[in-house]
Every structure is written in C-alpha cells, then in structure tokens.
Nanobody
Framework: QVQLAESGGGLVQAGGSLRLSCAYS????????MGWNRQAPGKQRELVAIILSGGSANYAESVKGRFTISRDNVKNTVYLQMNSLKPEDTGVYYC?????????WGQGTPVTVSL
C-alpha cells in the first residue's frame, strides 16, 4: 500500500508558476514509476508527466518545455514545477504511483490559471 498527498495548488495568473508536491509513504521501496495527471472541468483525466525510478521522464506534448517533474527519494516527494502557465492548464492535479502493476492515486490539488 502507498499513500499519496498532494499540495501546492492554487490560483495563479497566466504566465505564472506553481510547484506541486506529492509526499508518498507506505511501501515506498516498491514504487517504480510516479506521475502527475490532471482533470479539467468536463474532461477526462489526462497524463501530464511521469518519472521512472532511474530519473528519466516523459511529458505530454501540451506541457513539454514548461513543466518539469522531479523526484527526491530521500524526502519521499515528487514535484511538478509548472512554468508559463496557461488557462488551459486549469484542473485538478493528481499524483500517482505504480506499485506491482497497480496505480495508487492521491486526492488531488486544484490549479486555476486566470487570464
């Protein structure tokens, strides 16, 4: 079992930045891949970024060059640095961890980007 807790969401103007954090606990040694997803109002949840245990990362095309995912295995925390935010980045951001083929999810943190 893995527990995830996101923080760092909020209201920001377009062009601004936010850093999301996801603290994880439980069977952390079993975690391989971690990621961030988001769900905009009225839309399906979509993958934003993932990071493997070795540190390699992949991003959705819509956030490449603006978002950076990172992982601190000492602090048991995954971060999502979001720069040059756009109104279309608005949504609830969820942290996720892959453990033995099962995805675990946090409760989400809302991000609102205003014009």
């Amino acid at each position: 079992q893995v527990q995830l807790a996101e923080s760092g969401g909020g209201l920001v103007q377009a062009g601004g930045s936010l850093r999301l954090s996801c603290a994880y606990s439980g069977s952390t040694v079993s975690i391989n891949t971690m990621g961030w997803n988001r769900q905009a109002p009225g839309k399906q949840r979509e993958l934003v970024a993932i990071i493997l245990s070795g540190g390699s990362a992949n991003y959705a095309e819509s956030v490449k060059g603006r978002f950076t995912i990172s992982r601190d295995n000492v602090k048991n925390t995954v971060y999502l640095q979001m720069n040059s935010l756009k109104p279309e980045d608005t949504g609830v951001y969820y942290c996720a961890a892959l453990v033995s083929g099962t995805w675990y999810w946090g409760q989400g943190t809302p991000v609102t980007v205003s014009l």
